[in-house]
């Protein structure tokens, strides 16, 4: 009964119905109501516990899961209405840029992700490839807990597991639409990186705009919000 219980939560909280009926995170046209945003280890509750409060105090959100995936934290959003992928990463590229902006981007991964709209989440709680170690949602204050090893030695309650998911809430369209467009307004009120100096090396002045865009993407030392403006302009050109 308690697995049973489980899987209604997350059928209520995360996944869509396909055409064989078996439910999943994934719509048939990659649509999705499980946007995740992760944190790679070192994976301190502390970095990402701004974000988890934010969309609570700024947006209007329910408070999204919190799961611990063998890699890092993990936070779970639930969207009453599904997103297309790209628009999902967009939301959490967003969400990155604007509650993340002082964390190496390298340990923050998006799923869906701007360069990866067909990325999905592995389904919570699950076992991990090794032994002895399963995902699993984790209550707020014991997420301090796994910041060094970010999983569980033993597999999870199913019954705890529903408990923690029944608290939750998804994000309605009309918050969900607001928190869109607060997002890009306040992307464009960054201020216009300075353009690329005459005197730059011909090898990037003979790129075309799609290896220009795709060369900023790449670049680890770019600022955040430029790297997401190029990746917005790549999968406009796609």
Do not use: K
């Not at 590229?93 to 990325?119: D, F, K, M």
């Amino acid at each position: 009964m308690s697995a049973d219980r489980l899987a209604a939560e997350l059928r209520r909280l995360y996944l869509l119905p396909q055409a064989d009926g078996a439910p999943a995170l994934r719509g048939p046209a990659g649509e999705t109501r499980a946007p995740v945003l992760a944190l790679g280890r070192p994976a301190g509750w502390a970095a990402l516990a701004p974000l988890w409060r934010g969309v609570q105090l700024d947006l209007q959100w329910p408070a999204p899961a919190i799961a611990v995936s063998g890699e890092g934290l993990q936070l779970w959003f639930s969207l009453q209405q599904p997103l297309p992928a790209e628009r999902a990463a967009a939301l959490l590229a967003g969400l990155q840029a604007r509650y993340l902006a002082e964390v190496e981007p390298h340990r923050v991964q998006c799923l869906p992700a701007l360069t990866a709209p067909t990325a999905c989440a592995p389904l919570v709680p699950a076992p991990l490839a090794l032994p002895e170690q399963w995902s699993a949602f984790v209550a707020p204050d014991l997420a301090p807990v796994f910041a060094d090893t970010p999983w569980l030695d033993i597999p999870p309650s199913p019954e705890g597991q529903a408990e923690l998911l029944a608290r939750l809430d998804s994000i309605p369209p009309a918050a969900l639409e607001a928190a869109l467009q607060a997002l890009q307004a306040r992307q464009a009120d960054m201020p216009v990186p300075p353009a690329v100096p005459a005197s730059a090396p011909a090898a990037t002045a003979d790129l075309d705009p799609r290896q220009f865009l795709q060369r900023v993407l790449n670049d680890e030392s770019a600022p955040l919000a430029l790297r997401v403006d190029a990746a917005r302009a790549l999968l406009q050109h796609r």
